[in-house]
């Protein structure tokens, strides 16, 4: 069974009522279960962590890499500037997607620079919380085709 490993960042334990006009409605929780229902009907296995701290998710990356297959950031604004979660990415050496609930790119430029995504197999970016189930089921297929990382 495939086993992947869903990371939530800084301030997206606030979804739902932190600036909904830009994140949604969805909180986190809601986020969570439709993660575990797609990963039950995919027969695969999804685990998520959020965590306000860099080092709490470098920690847990560094715990889970033997025991999970793939992994689906949402680094929050640590995608900007964390050199030391992209070294725990990239030193992961397992398929990484990174997902984004709103277009980065139609923000404000300093959220135009991804320091993580070099170090991921691909980026989701702008579609809420649906980008979560495609790179949820982009990730398994990916998996299950045994490609690598390019």
């Not at 909904?20 to 809601?30: A, D, F, M, R, V």
Request: glycine letters at 10%.
């Amino acid at each position: 069974m495939i086993k992947i490993l869903v990371l939530h960042g800084r301030n997206l334990n606030m979804l739902g009522t932190r600036e909904p006009e830009i994140y949604g409605k969805t909180t986190l929780e809601q986020i969570n279960d439709r993660l575990r229902g797609l990963a039950a009907n995919l027969n695969s296995e999804v685990e998520t962590f959020q965590s306000n701290s860099e080092g709490d998710l470098i920690n847990i990356i560094h715990k889970k890499s033997v025991a999970i297959d793939g992994l689906i950031v949402n680094l929050g604004a640590y995608t900007h500037y964390s050199i030391a979660l992209r070294d725990a990415i990239s030193g992961f050496a397992k398929p990484t997607v990174e997902v984004h609930l709103s277009n980065i790119y139609a923000r404000e430029p300093f959220r135009h620079m991804s320091v993580t995504a070099p170090v991921c197999r691909g980026m989701i970016t702008g579609l809420g919380w649906r980008g979560y189930l495609l790179a949820l089921e982009a990730l398994i297929g990916l998996l299950r085709e045994g490609e690598e990382i390019s």
